[in-house]
């Protein structure tokens, strides 16, 4: 069956089905770094730890700007799906039947992250002397280590209080960092 048959964009392959939830035994969980306690898995984590990197850069290499500007938003499925590595159907599979509160959680600390990274961005497109810009840059990365450290403590399955605040976490952020800059 050809691609067009089932709906699919042109260049992209059919998704292989998935296991069942259950087939998912914990030696296979643990080979894929899935937490069984949760369903969820660390390796999201790199997404944002990969453009946290480029922020840290920026300072000393603004050039480093292009790249973030190429990082793209993703969910943790769009992660997942656009991944080729070996384990990312039982990654998947556990996330649809992941504990629904630390999937729920996790999402609303991904949005977050994901809309710093964006405002950021944004900013960053402004015309900024260098000192200004990698210090905006190393403002976000301040802004977002400790949510990624939040993330990866929901993803582990520890008890994670609210005293972090999600609304308006982002906002607050470029604001902060945008007023140094005045």
């Given at each position: 069956m050809n691609a067009h048959a089932l709906d699919i964009p042109a260049g992209e392959e059919p998704a292989r089905p998935v296991e069942p939830a259950q087939q998912l035994d914990p030696a296979r969980m643990a080979e894929a770094n899935i937490n069984p306690a949760t369903g969820l898995a660390?390796?999201?984590?790199?997404?944002?730890?990969?453009?946290?990197?480029?922020?840290?850069?920026?300072?000393?290499?603004?050039?480093?700007?292009?790249?973030?500007?190429?990082?793209?938003?993703?969910?943790?499925?769009?992660?997942?799906?656009?991944?080729?590595?070996?384990?990312?159907?039982?990654?998947?599979?556990?996330?649809?039947?992941?504990?629904?509160?630390?999937?729920?959680?996790?999402?609303?600390?991904?949005?977050?992250?994901?809309?710093?990274?964006?405002?950021?961005?944004?900013?960053?497109?402004?015309?900024?002397?260098?000192?200004?810009?990698?210090?905006?840059?190393?403002?976000?990365?301040?802004?977002?280590?400790?949510?990624?450290?939040r993330a990866g403590a929901v993803i582990n399955g520890l008890k994670v209080s609210g005293d972090i605040p999600l609304a308006g976490v982002a906002q607050a952020a470029v604001d902060a960092i945008l007023d140094r800059r005045s």
């Open positions: 660390t390796d999201y984590l790199n997404h944002f730890n990969e453009a946290i990197m480029m922020l840290e850069l920026i300072p000393s290499m603004p050039a480093c700007i292009d790249d973030l500007m190429e990082w793209k938003v993703m969910t943790y499925r769009e992660h997942f799906l656009a991944a080729t590595q070996k384990h990312r159907d039982d990654v998947l599979v556990a996330y649809d039947t992941a504990d629904a509160q630390a999937r729920v959680m996790l999402d609303e600390i991904a949005d977050t992250m994901s809309s710093i990274l964006a405002a950021t961005r944004d900013a960053l497109r402004l015309d900024l002397s260098p000192t200004v810009a990698g210090g905006l840059a190393r403002e976000a990365a301040y802004q977002l280590k400790p949510l990624v450290a």
